[in-house]
């Protein structure tokens, strides 16, 4: 069973920045693609951005294309989102996946998740 704790959420002013932590614990974290999905209040949870195992590869949503980077540390068993020019419609509750396969975490079939960390934009 892994566990998957997210970190790094807090209030910005539009333009402004966060980064976000995922720890995981209880696998071997390079045996997962990781994953980052958002959800807004009264909307499905949509998927945000993926990496591959090795970090080799990435998937993101084209609504923050050019606007937020994943990354991976697999000696410190974490996964990080950079959120640069943060949008008002950035606004969710963001939670961390892992999956098998990148292609697994996109289709959002992922096996674990994470509790979230809210992330609020103002304008």
């Known amino acids: 069973q892994a566990q998957l704790v997210e970190s790094g959420g807090g209030l910005v002013q539009a333009g402004g920045s966060l980064r976000l932590s995922c720890a995981a614990s209880?696998?071997?974290?390079?045996?997962?693609?990781m994953g980052w999905f958002r959800q807004a209040p009264g909307k499905e949870r949509e998927f945000v951005a993926g990496?591959?195992?090795?970090?080799?590869?990435?998937r993101y949503a084209d609504s923050v294309k050019g606007r937020f980077t994943i990354s991976r540390d697999n000696a410190r068993d974490t996964v990080y989102l950079q959120m640069n020019n943060l949008k008002s419609e950035d606004t969710a509750v963001y939670y961390c996946?892992?999956?098998?396969?990148?292609?697994?975490?996109?289709?959002?079939?992922?096996?674990?998740w994470g509790q979230g960390t809210q992330v609020t934009v103002s304008s």
């Open positions: 990496i591959s195992r090795s970090g080799g590869s990435t």
């Open positions: 209880g696998r071997t974290f390079s045996s997962y693609a």
């Open positions: 996946a892992a999956a098998p396969a990148l292609a697994l975490v996109a289709a959002s079939s992922s096996n674990y």
